[in-house]
DNA sequence: TTGACTATCGTACAGCGTACGAGCATAGTA
DNA sequence: TACTATGCTCGTACGCTGTACGATAGTCAA
């Protein structure tokens, strides 16, 4: 049967609607906070009822980290190779900082979904077309996905979200940490931080910029 | 009292040697598999003899964080920038190839250790005394520490170790997962992969030689 | 009517982090 | 010597976790 159950926002179960809904979870709890039962009880339904959709709870967390792959925007065909990975790259910037739990999840998860698969040729493919070399195009690759990806773990290790958090916690939290003789120059920063303000979308591009700028003349020309 | 304790290996507990043994168990097993039980286990102890040296887990793993940033060399002053920042970036791979479980233990850990404040600050003064302004500085430390961690990262979650394992994986398990008419430019890459082989360590040093050579024209000359 | 198949879930179990408080050895004080 | 304070260890118990197993009920084909 399909019809009334008794939760809230019902229409049934679907291995869809299991994975969207574990990924609202994970956003507003921490994926800490994401049990199956809490999870079961946000759909309405027996904790149990979720296995019929999901193998484990494993399978559940690499259908989340695939669907986060899916949001990703792919590098968009018909401009130059910068812009589209410039593209691309400030996409997955701004859907890692959206879903924090997601970069700590790939540590253990090592099979790649389909969408992950689908990114990765997207991007290999625009950076082929542009003129790099097979094997220049991996580095680039593991260059740029590096950087990504360290930039979105600084930046959910962050404890703050706004230029004013960082001004509040750098007076009342870190400069007490910070003997000025110990640490001379992390005060030195600090201060010239909170002066000029901190936003991480500009803080990303500097260095996406720098590497794209760097990359470009490893191209075999065209 | 602190003498014979029934456990294998015992000298009486400390907090140094609780944080050691979590580390080796982590390193052996994954963090998965670290336990407060199993860790009390391993060091001959009941486990809530373990709440006298930690107040509770998150400090543990705190705690744990910190050592590994304590294993990473400090850039070596009397050389040029360039070299030494190599040099430390070189140890910070290394370090974090070693104990994979600490990269993704990173994303949920936001206040950092001494080790942790040290090692900053210790960059931070190599860069600006190479004659970087401070922002520029920051900016530098960021893309810096960006594909340092996004590097561990993607190396963490390869699940092989060796180019022979490479070789093996990608013929039994990756390519019959990619129909080379979908992705095409993955195939091409996998096979030129397999072909020259492939070597963590040296992908490492492209990227990061790369980055600082683009660094380099930013400094304030001196 | 029968049986297979789809979907849901209750119960139970082993293992988790840890609050609470008891227990013991030693050091200091009377 | 007796008493107390302190440092350290740990047993028990509680509420949580993931999930194995089996029961249940609705749907459809034969």
Redesign the pocket.
Known sequence: ???Q??GASDA??SKQRVVIEAIRLADCEGVDG?????L?GAL??????L???VA???ELLDAMIDVVFEEIELPPEGTDWQSAMRRRAVSARQVLARHPWAIGLMESRTSPGPANLRHREAVTACLRRAGFPVLMATHANWLLDSYVYGFALQEASLPFDTADELANMTEDVFLPQLPPDEFPYLNESAAALVAAGCDPAEEFIFGLDLILAALDPLRASA
Chains 1, 2 share one sequence.
């Open positions: 049967m399909r019809k159950r008794q049934g179960l994401l049990s199956m039962r809490r079961a309405g339904a027996g904790a149990m009822s296995y019929y959709y484990n709870k494993e």
